[in-house]
């Protein structure tokens, strides 16, 4: 309760995703190290130099989405798959993509104990993706890009929202939500956010 009440203080509003948040739990995605820290609202490493977001900033980001049940979302940076975890509770599919394979192995087969079948795992680089893999109704970044990449944008449906911080890679970044209309592309600055950097191509290593 007081995980949530945290949430809703710092103005998380929607409903849906505030019980996506409860029902996934965090701790599964953490080190045995931090197994102590993993409901508090702070940001924790885990391998590869990477780490998992506070969970404020993954309910904003998703709360952001605007998702609905029968939306395919793409994921650039699976990370711990925690994010993945609370998305797959909300959508019909999503689709994550780890440049680092201990990640994506770790994830996945985190996902799958916890029985969360909706959502695909994959070792690639999320800044140069096929096209061949359809468009997405929302798509979320989940690593700093000094840019929102064309690529992306071009997965992206009629009417889909994408979320990403967009800034330097090594400092403050402000979370961008990008909205397709009409052929036409809108952009809203949220706040400002702190993100490893995402990098190009597969990890040779880890």
Known sequence: MRFQLSLRRRGISDRRVL???EEVPRDRFVGAADQGY???DSALPIACGQTI???FVVAYMTEQLQLDSRHRVLEIGTGSGYQAAV???LVREVLSIERYRTLADTARAQLEQLDLYNVEVMLGDGLNLAPNLGTFDRIIVTAAVEA???SLIELLGEGGVLVAPVGPH?????LVRLRKSGGQIEYRDLVDVRFVPALPGIAREL
């Open 148 to 150: 929102v990449p064309q």
């Open 38 to 40: 993993a409901w508090r």
């Open 87 to 89: 998305l797959a509770k």
């Open 53 to 55: 977001s506070q969970p």
């Open 19 to 21: 019980r996506a948040m």
């Open 170 to 174: 090594h400092g403050v970044q402000t």
